[in-house]
T-cell receptor, first 116, second 112 residues
């Protein structure tokens, strides 16, 4: 079974530029998550999709971050414009569960963003 | 507000000995706890979990203990192997929500 795919793996941009990340979840997984992991911290949820609808985006900085999940499969996360504090690893995860409670989340390798 | 806390940033253990990684939480609504393992340049991978109705769950060399009254859980690895060297994240989830709440992680180094 193929895992969660993410691209690019690394990205370096200057502040105020825009950037987009792509995620392809495990086939058939209904739920998709984007996490931000700042160096020395644990992953923090940015947004959660259930199929192509948003379940939780309470921690997404909506003035600069946006995300969509096309046709309930692939997802893109965009930052526009980027700030220095956005430097982090952006992790995508998916899970087969469509309800709350325990669900094992499968993580992709992440995209390491450096904002100069 | 950090609801899941891993107060030891790093731990070094000799091969063959026991590794004990600790985790504390503050939210009494958490009812499922998970441990994830992360190697450099890879995403976290699920290791073991425990429901709040249990106080112990074992899977091979890995055992997780939960003390609900103390809001504390621990991961025991016995015997430790060099391949266990990684960052271990404690995570918790509440049945009323969906998101995993992660601690900051503990970097485990198992030396030969």
């Amino acid at each position: 079974e193929a895992g969660v795919a993410q691209s690019p793996r690394y990205k370096i941009i200057e502040k105020r530029q825009s950037v987009a990340f792509w995620c392809n979840p495990i086939s058939g997984h209904a739920t998709l998550y984007w996490y931000q992991q700042i160096l020395g911290q644990g992953p923090k949820l940015l947004i959660q999709f259930q199929n192509n609808g948003v379940v939780d985006d309470s921690q997404l900085p909506k003035d600069r971050f946006s995300a969509e999940r096309l046709k309930g499969v692939d997802s893109t996360l965009k930052i526009q414009p980027a700030k220095l504090e956005d430097s982090a690893v952006y992790l995508c995860a998916s899970s087969p569960s469509s309800t709350g409670g325990f669900n094992e989340q499968f993580f992709g390798p992440g995209t390491r963003l450096t904002v100069l | 507000d950090q609801q899941v806390k891993q107060n030891s940033p790093s731990l070094s253990v000799q091969e063959g000995r026991i590794s004990i990684l600790n985790c504390d939480y503050t939210n009494s609504m958490f009812d499922y706890f998970l441990w994830y393992k992360k190697y450099p340049a890879e995403g976290p991978t699920f290791l073991i979990s425990i429901s709040s109705i249990k106080d112990k769950n074992e899977d091979g060399r890995f055992t997780v203990f939960l003390n609900k009254s103390a809001k504390h859980l621990s991961l025991h690895i016995v015997p430790s192997q060099p391949g266990d060297s990684a960052v271990y994240f404690c995570a918790a989830i509440a049945n009323s929500g969906y998101a995993l709440n992660f601690g900051k992680g503990t970097s485990l180094l198992v030396t030969p």
